[in-house]
């Protein structure tokens, strides 16, 4: 562990600035996600974000810790690992803590560690979270959608897939490498899925919810062409459409929609009541197919950043 900021003190307050977190500091930081997820209805730091807080250093990420006296009560993390974006923040304060310009010491934190260069993850797009980015000078950029559909009256058509092309599971340790070459070339345009690593893909596997049943690969002779990820969310009773991917070269033949359809399915066959999906909202292609696949928009996360 390293502490690479002096920290910064007002208020009582105290933020350190840490490559990597102890034990007892990942415990202290889950504990105050949980905390903030009863009370806000959604987490506050990503999959990716939690994963991140375990496992040791990481190249480019940081983590901010924001304490009273002995009291965590506030948590940033900053990841500068993009070539070309600039480095992407998450951040929350304790529920009990807010309003005493915690969220907003923080953000400025954040501001002086990335070089006033920074996009910001508002997850549910709440009014204090935009109010905090007006005070911190960053502008709204993105909105990524959180959609669903139930699945106890799924009536989809048999998956229509191209002549060629077969449909089988994935196999961790056997089809790591080509998954995440096809799924780095079709989120090319996406910063935070193109870019996963083995180690990544590791953690994934290494969560309890992974089940390789639940991840479909399609192949044409023999070659990786497209993907569907599934999840399941247990103590919520919700499927995912976690990742879904087509090769480029691969699209326009309806092999997504076969995909989406074929995952779906699984997830109901396991008796999950809803599904969900995440989809950029300008992304109006993809929105349009979900909607006439029966989902429909149910809450949105904004990303803000620094004028470029």
């Keep these: 562990m390293t502490s690479d900021d002096t920290p910064r003190r007002g208020a009582g ?24 997820a009863r009370t806000d209805g959604q987490q506050a730091v990503s999959e990716q974000g939690r994963l991140q807080l375990r496992g040791g250093e990481r190249e480019g990420v940081a983590h901010l810790l924001l304490t009273v006296g ?20 998450e951040l929350v ?13 923080l953000g400025s934190a954040l501001l002086a560690a990335s070089g006033k260069r920074l996009r910001v ?20 950029f993105r909105e ?19 002549g060629d092309v077969t449909v089988r599971t994935f196999v961790p340790g056997q089809d790591d490498a080509a998954w995440l070459a096809v799924n780095a070339a079709a989120f090319a345009h996406h ?3 193109g870019s996963l690593t083995q180690r990544d893909l590791d953690d994934r596997m290494a969560e309890p919810w992974f089940d390789p049943t639940g991840f479909f690969l399609a192949e044409r002779s023999g070659e990786l062409i497209g993907f569907h990820w599934t999840k399941v969310h247990a103590e919520e009773q ?9 090769k480029p070269g691969a699209q326009g033949g309806g092999l997504g929609k076969a995909l989406t359809a074929i995952g779906l399915r699984h997830l109901a066959d396991q008796g ?22 029966g989902f429909e928009t149910y809450e949105t996360d904004l990303m803000y950043r620094t004028e470029t």
């Design 191 to 193: 910063p935070e899925q």
């Design 93 to 105: 304060v304790h529920p009990a803590h807010r309003g005493h310009g915690h969220g907003r010491a």
């Design 70 to 89: 002995d009291q965590l009560v506030g948590y940033a993390q900053l990841e500068d690992t993009d070539p070309v974006e600039a480095p992407a923040a």
């Design 13 to 36: 307050r105290s933020i350190e600035t840490y490559s990597a977190l102890e034990p007892d500091q990942i415990e202290a930081v889950l504990a105050l996600l949980a905390e903030a």
């Design 121 to 140: 993850w508002a997850h549910g797009g709440h009014s204090a979270a935009r109010h905090l980015a007006q005070v911190l000078g960053l502008t709204l």
């Design 238 to 246: 919700l499927g995912e459409v976690y990742v879904l991917g087509v």
């Design 272 to 293: 999950l009541p809803t599904a969900m999906l995440y989809v950029d909202a300008d992304n109006k292609a993809a929105v349009s197919v979900y909607e006439r696949m």
């Design 144 to 162: 990524l959608r959180q959609m669903r559909r139930s699945l106890t009256d799924l009536d989809l058509s048999e998956p229509g897939l191209p």
